[in-house]
C-alpha cells in the first residue's frame, strides 16, 4: 500500500486564505519532502523537514512533522491564485529499505 | 546551473514498440531517479542510479529498464509498449544517493502516449 496520504483530495480557497494539506505514511522516515507541480509538468521542490526536526518554516509555506503519528502537514499562508498546483508529500525512507515515495497529492485551487 | 532536462517532451508510440527516453541531470549531480506518473497511480519510483551503478529499483515489470552513462546522463527505455504505459516520465536528479538527507530536482518530465 502507498507509504503517503494526502488530504484532501482537493481544496478550493479564495486568494489571502490560508490552505492546509494533511500527509500521512506507515513507515519509519529518514525525512519528509513536499514538491508542488503544475498541471502535468515537473515537480517543483518546496521545503524538506527531517525526522528529528518538527516545524519548518519557508517564506509562506510552514510544514509540521509529528513523528509519532507518522503525519505532516503543509499551511500556505496569504494564498494566490499562482498557488494553484497539487501538491505532493514524498517520503524518504532510504534509511529503512524504502525508496522515494509520493503521496496522491493535494490539488489546490486558489480563486481570485 | 541549467535545470534537469529531459527528451523528448512528448511521445506518441505504439503498442507493441519500444521507446527510450533521456535525461540529463542538473552539473555536478551524480544520482539520477525516474519515476512515472499515472492519474490512476499516482508518482511511482521506477529507479535510481548512481556513478552508472543501479542503486534502487521499484516495483515494475523487467520491460522497463534503463541506464546511466559516465556524463551522469540517463536514459529508460520500455520494451513492448502497451497502452498501460502511457504516462509522464519524470527525471530527478541530486548530488547524492543513497542514504543521507538531499533534495531531488525534476525534470518536466516526457509525455508518453501509447495508442
Known amino acids: 500500500s502507498q507509504q503517503g496520504e494526502e488530504d484532501p483530495q482537493a481544496l478550493s480557497i479564495q486568494e489571502g486564505e490560508n490552505a492546509t494539506m494533511n500527509c500521512s505514511y506507515k513507515t519509519s522516515i529518514n525525512n519528509l519532502q513536499w514538491y508542488r507541480q503544475n498541471s502535468g509538468r515537473g515537480l517543483v521542490h518546496l521545503i524538506l523537514?527531517?525526522?528529528?526536526?518538527r516545524e519548518k518554516h519557508s517564506g509562506r509555506l510552514r510544514v509540521t512533522l509529528d513523528t509519532s503519528k507518522k503525519s505532516s502537514s503543509l499551511l500556505i499562508t496569504a494564498s494566490r491564485a499562482a498557488d494553484t498546483a497539487s501538491y505532493f508529500c514524498a517520503t524518504d525512507a532510504r534509511n529503512y529499505g524504502q525508496n522515494f515515495v509520493f503521496g496522491p497529492g493535494t490539488r489546490l485551487s486558489v480563486l481570485p | 546551473k541549467a535545470g534537469v532536462t529531459q527528451t523528448p517532451r512528448y511521445l506518441i508510440k505504439t503498442r507493441g514498440q519500444q521507446v527510450t527516453l533521456s535525461c540529463s541531470p542538473i552539473?555536478?549531480?551524480?544520482?539520477v531517479s525516474w519515476y512515472q506518473q499515472t492519474p490512476g497511480q499516482g508518482l511511482q519510483f521506477l529507479f535510481e542510479?548512481?556513478?552508472?551503478?543501479?542503486?534502487n529499483k521499484g516495483n515494475f515489470p523487467g520491460r522497463f529498464s534503463g541506464r546511466q552513462f559516465s556524463n551522469s546522463r540517463s536514459e529508460m527505455n520500455v520494451s513492448t509498449l502497451e497502452l498501460g504505459d502511457s504516462a509522464l516520465y519524470l527525471c530527478?536528479?541530486?548530488?547524492?544517493?543513497?542514504?543521507?538527507?538531499?533534495?531531488?530536482?525534476f525534470g518536466p518530465g516526457t509525455r508518453l502516449t501509447v495508442t
Open positions: 542510479y548512481f556513478s552508472e551503478t543501479q542503486r
Open positions: 523537514i527531517r525526522s528529528n526536526e
Open positions: 552539473s555536478g549531480h551524480r544520482s
Open positions: 530527478a536528479s541530486s548530488s547524492q544517493a543513497g542514504t543521507g538527507t538531499y533534495e531531488q530536482y
